[in-house]
């Protein structure tokens, strides 16, 4: 048997362990460095001008193809293209991709994907045969192209189909097709898209089902019809792989749309870290009009996105090298440990705090992810600085409840402006960002922004105690066991 030389025989091992479809459920992703945006325009935004329709009937009257689409793209400063699969022609050979994909490179537009109308709802037999054959023609369809992503949808059920069942047949086809995908390197987004997926719940729990790692999710800003679609998105943001951007948002209950907030839009990719294309899919009134004005306010969110220096990280994921333990009397165990600094519970704190000098004390965001693990009081007090000052974010304080900042004009998080109430649950990531500048300091429990303070003019100070070994960084905990990790801190 011939032996294998080290080289090939990590690349076999690199490439088994990508594409097995025996892998753990995928969990959000910890992208390293600092949020970073790419603009992209998706062809159904020009649905009813395309010629070519692979599905449905031609529309007579129409004369865009994919080659003048993409020199529309080219003309509105876009990076990207997302060339919906619906306005090729039918049959559409080999030869003719590299044709576009030639026609886009020369054009400076990088094809950021493509997208299958599937329907992985349907019962077990030749329909869902069908859907998953479709969805890998288009896989192989999109390594030609250069797409590094298909949009796939989930699909509603028949009447005569229980839920569990649709469920079930459509968790088997995903992962049946991320297989085939993950061999090509192409990334499978599940859009939140009506069907079995309409509510937030039910797309994550098939998503962290999922043993692939080439699948997450293709986040559509218009299509959570809740309460809160903006809380809604921030809670799935951190699984996204592609992101499609609506001019409008529908909540539950409303009888017409609302025009889209993309400053926050574009906040929530940031909170989550979001690296990749952002791609605008227009659905409202005419998109040779509205297009070039929806692009032009996220070209300056966009590019606003990637200002400041890069993220730096504050912890390893394995070490306290660059903490050290805060002297508290009675304090609880601390480790470092699979990518996660445990503070066991004290009587009442434990903490740790920044070894040397801060890497800033003005300008700058941190953000943690914390979670409670035991406990009834507050299980992240992050304390910062604010010049020559210092102050604490407490989340989760008096009682497992409030978050404030102490101290304000003397007054603790529990008396000045800032103090509010949020229920927190045990054993749930929360992601935490705090901005700190000389004239405000702002905070985001998983994107919901919770302070928007003014301080010209105010002392900021620590509330007395022995909190206050924590400054000019640190966190702690106060009769309460928590996780905390991919703490970093970024200069604005």
């Known amino acids: 048997m011939p032996s294998l030389s080290r080289r090939r025989f990590l690349q076999l091992s690199t490439f088994a362990a990508l594409s097995s479809p025996h892998l753990r459920a995928i969990e959000p992703f910890a992208r390293k460095g600092a949020p970073r945006l790419q603009l992209s325009l998706a062809a159904y935004s020009f649905r009813d ?77 030749p329909e ?66 009506g069907g079995i997926v309409t509510e937030p719940d039910a797309l994550l729990d098939i998503v962290k089902t999922i043993k692939s790692p080439w699948f997450g999710v293709n986040l559509d800003t218009g299509n959570f019809h809740t309460a809160d679609p903006y809380a809604d998105l921030a809670r799935c943001a951190s699984y996204a792989v592609n992101v499609q951007v609506k001019a409008d948002i529908k909540r539950a209950g409303a009888k017409t749309e609302e025009p889209a907030d993309y400053k926050r839009l574009v906040e929530i990719l940031r909170s989550a870290n979001y690296q990749g294309w952002v791609a605008l899919e227009y659905e409202s009134a005419d998109p040779w009009q509205g297009v070039p004005v929806a692009l032009g306010k996220l070209k300056s969110l966009v590019r606003e996105s990637g ?13 306290l090298e660059q903490w050290k333990i805060t002297d508290f009397a009675t304090r609880g165990n601390i480790e470092a440990k699979n990518g996660q600094i445990i503070l066991g519970q004290g009587d009442p704190l434990t903490g740790i705090t920044w070894a040397g000098e801060p890497p800033a004390r003005n300008n700058y965001e941190i953000s943690l992810e914390a979670m409670k693990q035991t406990g009834d009081d507050f299980f992240c007090a992050l304390t910062a600085p604010v010049g020559k000052d210092s102050f604490t974010l407490v989340v989760g304080g008096w009682g497992g409840a ?25 054993n749930e990531w929360y992601r935490i960002r705090l901005r700190v500048t000389p004239k405000k300091l702002e905070a985001w429990i998983n994107d919901d922004q ?17 909190i206050e070994l924590c400054a000019p960084l640190g966190i702690a905990t106060f009769r309460t066991q928590a996780a905390f990790r991919n703490i970093t801190l970024r200069k604005l």
């Open 307 to 319: 200002s400041g220096e890069k993220a730096v990280s504050l912890f390893d994921g394995k070490s």
């Open 450 to 466: 919770l302070i928007d303070e003014e301080i010209e003019g105010k002392k900021i100070s620590m509330r007395l105690g022995e």
């Open 128 to 193: 869902l045969d069908r859907e998953i054959a479709d969805v890998k023609k288009w896989i192989d369809r999109a390594a030609v192209l250069g797409a590094p992503h298909i949009r796939v949808f989930a699909g509603a059920p028949a009447k005569d189909v229980a839920a569990d069942e649709a469920k079930r047949n459509c968790i088997a086809a995903l992962e049946e097709c991320c297989a085939y995908a993950g061999e090509r390197g192409i990334f499978l987004g599940l859009e939140n898209h």
């Open 402 to 426: 409030l978050v404030g900042i102490s101290s304000i004009d003397g007054m603790d998080a529990s008396e000045n402006s800032t103090t509010q109430f949020r229920k927190f649950n045990v």
């Open 49 to 125: 001008s395309f010629k070519d329709v692979d599905k449905g009937k031609p529309k007579p009257d129409a004369k865009l193809d994919m080659f003048g689409f993409i020199d529309y793209c080219a003309e509105q400063g876009c990076d990207g293209a997302e060339l919906t699969s619906y306005y090729f022609p039918k049959d559409i050979t080999t030869g003719q991709l590299l044709q576009i994909r030639r026609y886009a490179f020369l054009r400076g537009v990088a094809v950021s994907g493509t997208s299958v109308g599937n329907n992985f709802a349907r019962p077990k037999g």
